[in-house]
């Protein structure tokens, strides 16, 4: 069996999930290429494992101060580029187009009738999640987006639909101290702007702070660590904080879920899916929302106890496994299976 993954690489989120994929496939004896979209080739960092894969432009959104800028979204779409891609990519020789939110390839394999399979946090968002009630538009944008044959979501819990649990590769984060011991709260917020962050979190300065952000050198700036994004330190300070300040996106808010660590979470403005997973956190009773840098209750926050790691299963080796089967096609079975054993591992 022979598949393309292709993956939106707008946020981390999309290329840890595929991170977790990647030896699950390959020990099912599945041959894997990648495709990755959605941020400049140059921005991607640490992709070794993924070998020579290959890059288009595809769709991302604009920010700006930890808003969507709906406006220079649409300027820098390049839909004429995106339409010469769709059509000059060859999907000849795939079993199976793998797609988690990526445009390019889907439409590709329905225009080449390529049998295709939605992996992602966003098809998850099809359903009528807590968030997004007024948001009646939402499937109808996401089918558009990328138009595939069937669509698995992934969130943190099932909501009663065709949803799996976070794929994550933890198990393979060796928990190795760090060069430094005192308590620090591990903070990324790649939407907003890093001085405003900055001057936010030395506004508390009983409190040590590991910022990652989008710079080229380590600073030790008062109370707060300014480090370069790195696929090295980041999972070490990670499992290593005391806690966890972060947008809403799925990736790492699972992250901190799987480890214990508690969350205070700002939701990037203007977009649904953040917003959907912050309401979500809330009713799970599993993190504190903000809507603005709010010194008060972040003060508040820092001084919670961490919480009880949430148990999720290998979901990377029970798909896999069922890709490479070709039963059960819809996932009906392999979604139930799944939960039942997340409920044997909470008892």
């Known amino acids: 069996m022979r598949i393309l993954y292709a993956v939106q690489a707008t946020g981390n989120g999309h290329i840890t999930r595929a991170r977790a994929m990647l030896p699950a496939l390959q020990q099912a004896g599945i041959s894997v290429d990648f495709l990755f979209s959605g941020r400049p080739r140059e921005q991607l960092f640490d992709m070794q494992c993924f070998g020579d894969f290959r890059h288009y432009q595809g769709f991302t959104f604009k920010t700006e101060a930890g808003s969507v800028k709906r406006w220079q979204t649409l300027k820098a779409a390049g839909v004429t580029q995106f339409f010469a891609d769709v059509r000059s990519i060859d999907l000849s020789g795939y079993d199976l187009l793998l797609n988690d939110f990526e445009p390019v390839t889907a439409w590709a394999a329905k225009r080449q009738k390529l049998p295709s399979l939605g992996l992602a946090h966003q098809y998850a968002l099809r359903y009528r999640l807590p968030g997004t009630r007024k948001a009646f538009w939402l499937k109808r944008a996401i089918d558009t987006f990328t138009p595939l044959d069937r669509c698995l979501g992934v969130h943190w819990q099932a909501f009663d639909q065709p949803i799996l649990p976070p794929l994550l590769a933890l198990n393979a984060i060796p928990p190795t101290p760090s060069d430094d011991q005192q308590p620090f709260v591990l903070v990324y917020l790649p939407f907003e702007v890093t001085d405003q962050v900055v001057h ?16 080229p050198d380590v600073a030790y700036l008062k109370n707060v660590i300014l ?14 904080s005391h806690g966890v300040i972060c947008n809403t996106g799925f990736g790492l808010c699972s992250e ?5 660590k508690k969350i205070l979470t700002k939701p990037l403005s203007g977009q649904i899916e953040q917003y959907s ?7 799970m009773q599993r993190a504190t929302v903000m809507q603005a840098f709010d010194e008060k209750l972040a003060l508040s926050w820092l001084e919670q106890p961490n919480v009880a790691p949430v148990v999720y299963p290998d979901v990377a080796q029970h798909l896999a496994r069922w890709l490479k089967s070709g039963t059960d096609l819809q996932g009906t079975q392999l ?4 939960w039942q054993e997340v409920s044997q591992r909470s008892v």
């Open 200 to 215: 936010w979190l030395q506004s508390m300065p009983g409190s040590r702070f590991m910022l990652y952000a989008d710079v």
């Open 227 to 240: 480090r370069p994004l790195s696929r090295e330190t980041f999972p070490r300070d990670l499992h290593q």
């Open 256 to 260: 901190a879920l799987m480890l214990g």
């Open 277 to 283: 997973n912050a309401c979500i956190l809330e009713q």
């Open 335 to 338: 979604v139930a299976r799944v």
